[in-house]
């Protein structure tokens, strides 16, 4: 069974503490995304990765990490610097090709994070 | 920020009638993407229509695109109650695999 999962589906913090979510694939995909979801919006990028220990920040990266140690593994940090943590996080992949990507990004079922 | 705009932002239809969505975006595009998002649920991808292409077809979906404009639609025929979901249109950032840009979606409801 192919595809992307995250964990854990909710997910509780007290203000303050770091929290990390999970994303793994097994697409066999180069890039790796993460977005954040607010209630009635669209999506926001995060950060990314198009290649094993490389990432980018994307339009919100500040109080979060990433890391891309492994192809199939995309773990994203909140830490407590990060002012609204609260919302859904999504995570996808895609295909790279020859550096362009197919575009086409696949998604995970979210992780809901709430702070206390 | 290149976020494109979904209108209507929320559409009520009954069972069996057709259901329009319109994207309106800012900068150039390769291509333009639209997603649907379940309640709660991560994204599925529905079509992408490149810039070069004026129309697409996937099953009971149409897209249609209109780059002068910079505008694009979503055509849902025979609509199901199963398609009560949110739709969202999205663009590529760059050129290669840097993400995309999405807007704030169009709330589907299908009243059986």
């Known amino acids: 069974d192919g595809g992307i999962t995250q964990s854990p589906k909710y997910l509780f913090r007290k203000e303050g503490q770091n929290v990390t979510l999970s994303c793994e694939q097994n697409l066999n995909h180069d890039a790796m995304y993460w977005y954040r979801q607010d209630p009635g919006q669209g999506l926001r990028l995060i950060y990314y990765s198009q290649i094993v220990n490389d990432f980018q920040k994307g339009d919100i990266a500040e109080g979060y990490s990433v890391s891309r140690e492994k192809k199939e593994s995309f773990p994203l940090t909140v830490t407590s610097a990060q002012k609204n943590p609260t919302a859904f996080y999504l995570c996808?992949?895609?295909?790279?090709?020859?550096?362009?990507?197919?575009?086409?990004?696949?998604f995970g079922p979210g992780t809901r994070l709430t702070v206390l | 920020s290149q976020q494109g705009e979904e209108d209507p932002q929320a559409l009520s239809i009954q069972e069996g009638e057709n259901a329009t969505m319109n994207c309106s975006y800012k900068?150039?595009?390769?291509?333009l993407q639209w997603y649907r998002q379940n309640s709660g649920r991560g994204l599925v991808h529905l079509i992408l229509?490149?810039?070069?292409?004026r129309e697409k077809h996937s099953g009971r979906l149409r897209v249609t695109l209109d780059t002068s404009k910079k505008s694009s639609s979503l055509l849902i025929t025979a609509s199901r109650a199963a398609d009560t979901a949110s739709y969202f249109c999205a663009q590529p950032q760059g050129g290669g695999a840097d993400g995309l840009t999405f807007g704030k979606g169009t709330h589907l409801i299908i009243q059986p």
């Open positions: 996808a992949s895609s295909i790279v090709l020859g550096g362009s990507s197919t575009d086409t990004q696949y």
């Open positions: 229509i490149r810039s070069n292409e």
């Open positions: 900068t150039s595009i390769n291509n």
